[in-house]
């Protein structure tokens, strides 16, 4: 059974810092694109960012852009979410979600991710 696992969330405040990682179990994550998500409270899921299998590719969405970096380790198996500048609109559960990466593109509709991991809070005051 494939399942990913989110770590390093938490609290912090406005202008702090946060690392995110995720890893899997039952499946290499190297193959894989993966992406980040996240869902406030009473909002709908909200794609982060991605990257691709060789990590050669990324994509952030605007609101994240210059401030959250997604980098990968395959050696260790490992995806990170670098997040720099926090605000508390960045408060949410973050998710990671992976693909195999057929095409070497970015793709941000959440419907394409197939493996999913449970979720981690970052609450950020002000």
């Known amino acids: 059974q494939v399942q990913l696992v989110e770590s390093g969330g938490g609290s912090a405040q406005a202008g702090g810092s946060l690392r995110l990682s995720c890893v899997a179990s039952g499946r290499t994550l190297s193959g894989d694109s993966v992406a980040w998500f996240r869902q406030g409270a009473g909002k709908g899921r909200e794609f982060v960012g991605a990257i691709t299998s060789s990590g050669d590719m990324s994509n952030y969405a605007d609101s994240v852009k210059g401030r959250f970096t997604i980098s990968r380790d395959n050696g260790k198996d490992t995806v990170y979410l670098q997040m720099n500048s926090l605000k508390p609109d960045d408060t949410a559960v973050y998710y990671c979600?992976?693909?195999?990466?057929?095409?070497?593109?970015?793709?941000?509709?959440?419907?394409?991710?197939?493996?999913w991991g449970p979720g981690t809070q970052v609450t950020i005051s002000p």
């Open positions: 979600a992976s693909r195999y990466d057929y095409t070497g593109a970015i793709v941000t509709s959440p419907l394409l991710y197939r493996y």
